[in-house]
């Protein structure tokens, strides 16, 4: 009785010390490195191909004032179900540390729409990746990217929201590489 008693303070303990610390926002250069996997992504806007399989690489390094991610997509949708075609999309964008502590504003340039924006924060384990665009019509569309760090790399959810319509998700599963 004694032991169990010890025991279950020892874990009170040892939980109670781990906890705030794992709850914690980690660092940006937690993220740093390059992942590579694939998912499956549902669309309501195709009526053929409303879910398909897509590659991914991600790759997040320093820059001399905060962060550049990089990612390609590999798309396969539209032509013949069978043999659908094949895309290759890719964007980078540099992030720049804000006042607030794991929050980042982009770069203008090269992935933000025209008068477009992009941010980034850090919540947990979480990096996201916030795009937002207004087009000529006035429809908005945001889209996210939430990169999870896990034991065996990262989790990617993207998701895009057209004029308050969730149009796409995708979610992959992606393996950090040897530097």
Do not use: H
């Not at 790399?153 to 929201?161: K, T």
């Amino acid at each position: 009785m004694k032991r169990a008693t010890i025991a279950l303070a020892a874990i009170g303990c040892w939980l109670a010390l781990a906890l705030p610390a794992i709850a914690a926002d980690l660092n940006i250069k937690a993220f740093f490195g390059k992942f590579t996997g694939s998912g499956v992504a549902q669309s309501e806007d195709s009526l053929y191909f409303a879910t398909t399989v897509r590659d991914t690489d991600v790759e997040i390094g320093p820059t001399p004032d905060g962060f550049r991610a990089a990612w390609t997509t590999v798309l396969r949708q539209g032509g013949d179900p069978s043999k659908p075609n094949v895309r290759r999309r890719s964007t980078t964008m540099d992030f720049v540390q804000q006042v607030q502590l794991n929050q980042f504003k982009a770069k203008p340039g090269e992935g933000i729409p025209p008068g477009g924006q992009a941010w980034a924060r850090i919540n947990g384990n979480t990096l996201t990746i916030y795009i937002f665009s207004v087009d000529e019509s006035g429809m908005y569309e945001i889209q996210s990217y939430a990169r999870t760090l896990t034991g065996a790399g990262m989790d990617l959810v993207f998701s895009r929201i057209k004029d308050g319509e969730e149009t796409r998700t995708v979610k992959a599963k992606l393996t950090r590489m040897a530097n």
